[in-house]
């Protein structure tokens, strides 16, 4: 078998990794020109990003689908690349679109498409893919509209918003009381005798009837309580995962009432998600996932989506994740459409581009990709990069026409060809260690990158 030449671009010094300046401090304008459908409050920036601490364990394991219609899985087939374009490219490694001009570039540009009575959703995905400005809560409204959680007719946004944030509190008001609450309200509705009946005959004082099902023991499929004892282990685990969500971040954790109502509505969403999706419940790892979309909703400068963050980001959440349900599905993993078979499309995705580091990886030093690869894709990224970073990648996961999943695969393949040098010069164990602690880079350039890749498909 004749071994495919390595294209001239894999070997140019644009691949080399470099560190990334942090972006400086952006006030920004106004967030629209033309009058919001909702009480406008303070329009100050969103507060900075903190950077994150090294990437956390992958999650253990996962159940069952999210209770969603599938999306389609597309196989990735592609050609051998052609060996130009990226080396003909004058982008220097470190970012030549830093926040400023970016913001200076592509801000008006989305302001202008928020401002229009029916948003071209096609239109704002091609703005927003070359990244969403920090300030003026832009990507928090950008973010909704890319889910569909926001229709495209602002005029409709009021009722649309009322509505779901209406049936969230209804949620929570039906799942989250305790069963004493629930036989405390049956106890109050019940209708008694007289107060003459309740002494007579015996003397003995009378009390509500309790049922079979409203007992604390009952052991009834329908009992209340036997469903809270149920539920209790999956709550004890997402409380502890909640606490450890960026514990370098003050907006998640430390003592103050601020951090805690952040981390109390990151449990109420997670709990209510469980239990209106017993198929698959809680999976370790989730906290991840949600915690960027209600930063991003928590900080939006109007305080008339700030105070809803928990109820739009619910929504958010099971949209996104319906994306990626198979991922989530214990026993599609042996499948054409679960994680095995996701990993196997990253892998025949990396052979396309570059076999050289494709045999060097998984024959030649046996790096199986489910050793790095799993978290990388069932965390959507979140583990491998900074805070701050991590934002502008699921800017171009949302942006994407193409799909987060089938993005995500381009951006996880950029990933291994930005460090191809060290690879091919390491062992087992030295890319291992690597992969499993990505280094920092220029995510501007990775995304850069990753775009290419499918230029040249």
């Known amino acids: 078998m004749v071994k495919k030449k390595v294209p001239d671009w894999l070997n140019s010094s644009l691949w080399s990794t470099t560190t990334a300046p942090p972006p400086p401090d952006d006030d920004r304008p106004q967030r629209y020109a033309a009058p919001k459908p909702v009480a406008a409050a303070a329009s100050a920036a969103e507060p900075p990003v903190p950077v994150v601490a090294p990437p956390a364990p992958a999650p253990t394991h996962v159940h069952a689908p999210v209770p969603v219609p599938p999306r389609d899985v597309v196989s990735v087939q592609q050609e051998p690349p052609k060996p130009q374009v990226i080396v003909s490219d004058t982008r220097p490694s470190n970012s030549d679109r830093n926040d400023d001009e970016n913001g200076s570039f592509v801000q008006p540009q989305l302001l202008s498409e928020l401002s229009k009575k029916l948003i071209n959703v096609r239109e704002l995905r091609r703005i927003a893919m070359q990244g969403i400005p920090d300030g003026a809560g832009i990507r928090s409204t950008v973010w909704k509209l890319l889910l569909g959680y926001l229709p495209p007719d602002r005029g409709l946004w009021p009722s649309e918003l009322a509505k779901k944030r209406s049936q969230y509190k209804h ?170 078979s996701t990993i196997t499309r990253l892998s025949q995705l990396l052979k396309e581009h570059d076999e050289e580091l494709w045999r060097h990886l998984e024959v030649t030093t046996k790096v199986n990709p489910q050793f790095y690869a799993f978290r990388w894709i069932t965390l959507l990224l979140t583990q491998e990069f900074n805070f701050a970073d991590s934002l502008h990648i699921w800017d171009t996961l949302l942006s994407d026409p193409d799909g987060p999943q089938e993005t995500l695969l381009r951006v996880c393949c950029a990933m291994l060809i930005l460090i191809r040098r060290r690879l091919l010069a390491g062992d087992f164990t030295s890319n291992l260690k690597l992969l499993q602690n990505y280094p920092p880079t220029n995510i501007s350039h990775l995304l850069y990158v990753a775009n290419k890749l499918r230029t040249l498909g």
Not at 187 to 214: M, V
Not at 294 to 310: G, H, N
């Open 171 to 340: 949620f929570k008001d039906d799942l989250l009381v305790n069963p004493s609450e629930i036989t405390r309200r049956l106890d109050k509705s019940t209708i008694y005798e007289s107060e003459e009946w309740k002494c007579e005959s015996s003397g003995f004082l009378s009390r509500s009837e309790i049922t079979h099902d409203e007992h604390p023991l009952s052991l009834g499929k329908s009992s209340i309580w036997n469903q809270f004892f149920q539920d209790s282990e999956i709550m004890e685990q997402i409380d502890r995962d909640v606490k450890r969500t960026h514990p370098d971040m003050h907006f998640f954790s430390g003592d103050s009432s601020f951090a805690k109502s952040n981390q109390e509505a990151l449990k109420n969403i997670l709990i209510v998600f469980a239990k209106l999706n017993p198929g698959i419940r809680y999976v370790q790892g989730m906290n991840e996932i949600l915690a960027p979309l209600y930063y991003v909703f928590k900080s939006d400068p109007d305080e008339e989506f700030s105070v809803s963050a928990e109820a739009d980001t619910f929504f958010c959440f099971v949209e996104l994740l319906s994306g990626f349900r198979d991922n989530f599905c214990q026993q599609l993993d042996n499948s054409v459409v679960g994680i095995r």
